[in-house]
């Protein structure tokens, strides 16, 4: 468990190159501050750490240079952070924080522009600082985003227009503003998969009261298909796909996987008389779910990191009844 937690604070610290206070990571690692000292001292064994008006930081590497852009470059960045500073509802303090470190490496050949962006960063501070909405949207968005990048499941709720609230475990795939046909500002929102199932939903970040960070992780797979909006619905449909091989000792057992989404099972009889099933299946908790229906009628062949995982989610539901 511990290795689990230094391996999630390195990116923790790199997506805040500003630093963190140890309550703030132990927050976020959802461990007791105490234990901060003895992760930072195990990742300084990799990695240079150092620790900064009690904020903990990563070294920039020696040899490391600065940002060069061109005079046309920056002036293209500025206009980009104007429209990203009017085009959300909500101000974010790290955009400021980036923009006045981008600023200082061109105040040496583009002054101009240099203090544009630094005058684009303190209006941006200033908003955060006059909306209190702000403070709460920015710290769900925190957690969404180091959910994100140390790959684990993130509990979020929603009042959805003074409703009861929605509780969601979320899988986070992606970060980032959502088009409408409003005309207004586009909302940013997180999408990713539903735990224990394939749909993927988009969720407006606006919406949600409460994020916290699951210890159970995630992959984003390689073979994701591209986000399509269906027709009528905010949301998008993306299934990731494994290519599984099955031994049945009864062709029966394949009617428990009508309800998982599936290509055209292909099989093949050997000569002891075993059947062999080949077919693309979704990688589900439903796919699970119906391979323990079917008890000892059918062994998984492959692939192995998928038999792995099986047996693994076997042995966590054995723990609970011995």
Known sequence: MKGERVAQLEPLLHSHPEGLRRAEI???LGVHRSTISRYVDELKQYIDIYEENNLIKIKDKEGDENIALSVYESLAFNLSAEILATNSEFQN???ASGLRKIAMNMRSYAPKISDNVI???EQIDKQVQQKKESSKFNSILEVLI???VSGRIVRIIQMPNGFEPVETELAPYFIGFREEDSGGRNPISVTGRL????EIITIDISTITSATILDETYTIPDNLKPFKLRENTEQYASIDMIPLRLKLKERSAMNVFHTVVHGTPE???LEDGT????MDVENSIELFLRIIQCGDSVEI???ESFKKKFCKMLNKILVIYQ
């Open 301 to 303: 062949l492959s692939p």
């Open 275 to 278: 059947l062999i099933c080949s």
């Open 195 to 198: 735990r224990h199932t394939t």
């Open 267 to 269: 099989f093949d009889k």
């Open 93 to 95: 303090p790290h955009l």
């Open 26 to 28: 132990a927050r976020r």
């Open 146 to 148: 180091d959910s994100w």
């Open 119 to 121: 005058n684009l960063a």
